[in-house]
């Protein structure tokens, strides 16, 4: 039978990490959210969330750099390495940037209506963005003080200066970064433990390192180290109990996880949780044990796409969320004597915003949580559903303008027929006619796609 003719088995997908991905921005953006109410009792110490990206970017950095040694003829040279982690840079670039240009014209055009600031103030603030759209805010000068207009893209900052680095390493030297990646996760976070205070901050200085950089050393490190492991693991044919006693290890990781999450006070021991992030990721990805293999379920695919534009834009959004919430209250306060669907509203948003009905300051609701992210949720889809329209016009114009040059091209070489129409070419009668000049190169294509599309820049 010809092979071309036998269907190829389908690669089985890991949508499991899709659910821990919206998961996780969740918890960033509500515990960011807390921190604006006067009492805090729900997330005390979600800001270890973010950990979770970075370990995941790391095994996702050896995943694609593995499927490019797979495709390559030969080892990486030193220039093909170094396109590589140039290429992981654009393509994230390219996949982000658009995002946080729409954020920010959004940030400066339409939240200064909900928001104290007022227009011209939020345009000083646009005119400092140049750091964020380089995606450099996890630098002195990009978060200049706190004032930086999204505070949370600190974030991309190590993302991208260590992918850059593990880019080439992996490319460059594929077995020897994965025994360096371990050794370099856990010296790094010793070092962060060593030199950490209380308050946990991306910004605190750590020697001629932020504490934003070192986290993403160690992290993104320790992502790369546990993709050997998975390897191993991806290739065995696990037995029932084996099964049953990963299911067991990943639900107490999991559980742990969520325990600290809600009941552990900031401080230093929060980045204990990072072990049980690790064991999420590996499960999620090898999908044999139980839970991972039940939450593999395509529902998660495109709300993990619309977990980018989340996190961009959800800490501007606590102000509008906020300044709205009071507007929609004093308005429906105002009509509950009148009509009936008000005073039900009403009565529903009792006990948000941080006050009760006496005035008094309260901690987060499940109901501010659930509206909240209700909001960053529609706003999300929003901006990612301008940026595809602005990308749509631009291939359009951008195929109207090839038309274009192609008539153009097409008219003048017709003209130069006409005037000349007894003209023979020359490069017929030698046999080196053919012949390229001296020096001219051609086209190489030893260079392939070095990473695949990220599923994180979605």
Same mark, same amino acid.
């Given at each position: ?267 230093? #021991? #929060? ?24 939450? #593999? ?162």
């Amino acid at each position: 039978m010809d092979n071309a003719l036998v269907p190829k088995p389908k690669k089985e997908m890991a949508l499991t990490v899709e659910f821990w991905r919206f998961l996780f921005t969740v918890f960033v953006s509500l515990y960011h959210f807390e921190i604006f109410f006067p009492k805090s009792r729900l997330l005390s110490s979600g800001s270890s969330a973010v950990e979770f990206f970075y370990v995941l970017a790391g095994f996702l950095l050896a995943i694609s750099a593995t499927s490019r040694r797979k495709r390559a003829d030969g080892p990486c040279s030193v220039r093909e390495a170094h396109l590589c982690a140039v290429d992981f840079v654009w393509k994230k670039f390219k996949a982000i940037a658009p995002v946080i240009v729409v954020a920010l014209a959004v940030n400066v055009f339409v939240y200064p209506s909900f928001m104290p600031m007022g227009f011209m103030d939020k345009l000083k603030s646009f005119m400092n963005s140049e750091w964020e759209v380089l995606m450099l805010v996890g630098t002195p000068f990009g978060f200049n003080n706190g004032m930086a207009p999204i505070v949370p893209l600190w974030y991309l900052t190590p993302l991208l200066v260590v992918g850059y680095v593990y880019s080439y390493l992996l490319n460059r030297h594929y077995d020897f970064t994965f025994f360096l990646a371990p050794v370099i996760g856990i010296t790094f976070y010793v070092y962060f433990g060593l030199n950490s205070s209380v308050i946990l901050d991306h910004s605190v200085q750590m020697g001629f390192f932020t504490a934003g950089m070192v986290r993403g050393i160690s992290e993104m490190s320790l992502g790369i180290a546990i993709y050997p492991l998975y390897k191993k693991f991806s290739a065995m044919e696990l037995k029932k109990p084996a099964i049953i006693l990963l299911s067991i290890i990943e639900l107490y990781a999991i559980y742990r996880f969520f325990a600290l999450t809600f009941n552990q006070a900031v401080d230093l #021991n #929060n980045f204990r949780r990072l072990v049980y992030i690790i064991i999420i990721v590996f499960t999620s990805f090898l999908n044999k044990s139980l839970f991972a293999r039940l939450l #593999n379920r395509r529902i998660w695919k495109p709300l993990g796409r619309v977990t980018l534009g989340m996190y961009i834009c959800h800490y501007n959004l606590i102000m509008v969320y906020m300044s709205l919430l009071g507007w929609v209250k004093m308005k429906l306060w105002a009509s509950a004597g009148k009509s009936a669907t008000a005073a039900a509203f009403s009565s529903f948003l009792k006990n948000t915003g941080g006050y009760n009905e006496k005035f008094k300051p309260i901690g987060m609701t499940v109901k501010d949580c659930i509206l909240y992210i209700l909001l960053v949720f529609f706003v999300a889809l929003i901006i990612k559903l301008i940026v595809f329209l602005i990308k749509k016009l631009y291939e359009k114009l951008k195929s109207v303008y090839a038309a274009k040059e192609q008539e153009r091209f097409a008219a003048a070489a017709a003209e130069l027929a006409a005037e000349e129409p007894n003209a023979a070419p020359e490069a017929a009668e030698g046999p080196v006619a053919a012949e390229a000049e001296p020096g001219a190169e051609s086209p190489s294509n030893t260079v392939e796609e070095a990473n695949e599309q990220d599923i994180i820049s979605k």
